[in-house]
T-cell receptor, first 114, second 112 residues
Framework: NAGVTQTPKFRVLKTGQSMTLLCAQD?????MYWYRQDPGMGLRLIHY???????AKGEVPDGYNVSRLKKQNFLLGLESAAPSQTSVYFC?????????????FGPGTRLTVT | AQSVTQPDIHITVSEGASLELRCNYS??????LFWYVQSPGQGLQLLLK??????LVQGIKGFEAEFKRSQSSFNLRKPSVHWSDAAEYFC??????????FGAGTTVTVRA
């Protein structure tokens, strides 16, 4: 059981370039999330998904798009990267039943936009 | 919507001393509460959680937390800190909308 994995681990982009971050989970979780982590601000929710084919905006969605074509994968896209998107990005997932709301996190992707 | 405040940005504690990290939440109903730990360069690991029952919850690595409804608090404690406890700690609150709200985090430094 790999849990939640993220690809890539590190990336450097130039302003205006695009990229896609991949999150995969093998726990058959229904819900998946993308967060960004910035110093002094904790984790802020970018987008989330409550099931295959569905996505919703979180707290800071501007400049990002997501897709959930398969239950196990949740993709985060940056169409035109900006320096303000320099951050560490975390993916998380959780099950629907059990109602404890515990989220399982991936190891993170460190993105630098120059 | 729910929110979380961690009043202490940084705490320094001596190895072997006790540690208490504060967390206050805002939510109208009974929340789901969590403490996560993040070691440098790593992802988040769940320390403990509360969603019902006994208000004193035990977690991994010798940590415990107490839910106090009257104070809207969920403070994390450890009786004797080890050097490996140096990390950033996040309190989070969940509601019935699938989401968690995180505090800004408390960085713990352990001195020898």
């Amino acid at each position: 059981n790999a849990g939640v994995t993220q690809t890539p681990k590190f990336r450097v982009l130039k302003t205006g370039q695009s990229m896609t971050l991949l999150c995969a989970q093998d726990m058959n979780h229904e819900y998946m999330y993308w967060y960004r982590q910035d110093p002094g601000m904790g984790l802020r929710l970018i987008h989330y998904s409550v099931g295959e084919g569905t996505t919703a905006k979180g707290e800071v969605p501007d400049g990002y798009n997501v897709s959930r074509l398969k239950k196990q994968n949740f993709l985060l896209g940056l169409e035109s990267a900006a320096p303000s998107q320099t951050s560490v990005y975390f993916c998380a997932s959780r099950m629907t039943s059990g109602a404890s709301h515990e989220q399982y996190f991936g190891p993170g992707t460190r993105l630098t936009v120059t | 919507a729910q929110s979380v405040t961690q009043p202490d940005i940084h705490i320094t504690v001596s190895e072997g001393a006790s540690l208490e990290l504060r967390c206050n939440y805002s939510y109208g109903a009974t929340p789901y509460l969590f403490w996560y730990v993040q070691s440098p360069g790593q992802g988040l690991q769940l320390l403990l959680k509360y969603f019902s029952g006994d208000t004193l919850v035990q977690g991994i690595k010798g940590f415990e937390a107490e839910f106090k409804r009257s104070q809207s608090s969920f403070n994390l404690r450890k009786p004797s800190v080890h050097w490996s406890d140096a990390a950033e700690y996040f309190c989070a609150v969940g509601a019935d909308d699938y989401k968690l709200s995180f505090g800004a985090g408390t960085t713990v430094t352990v001195r020898a």
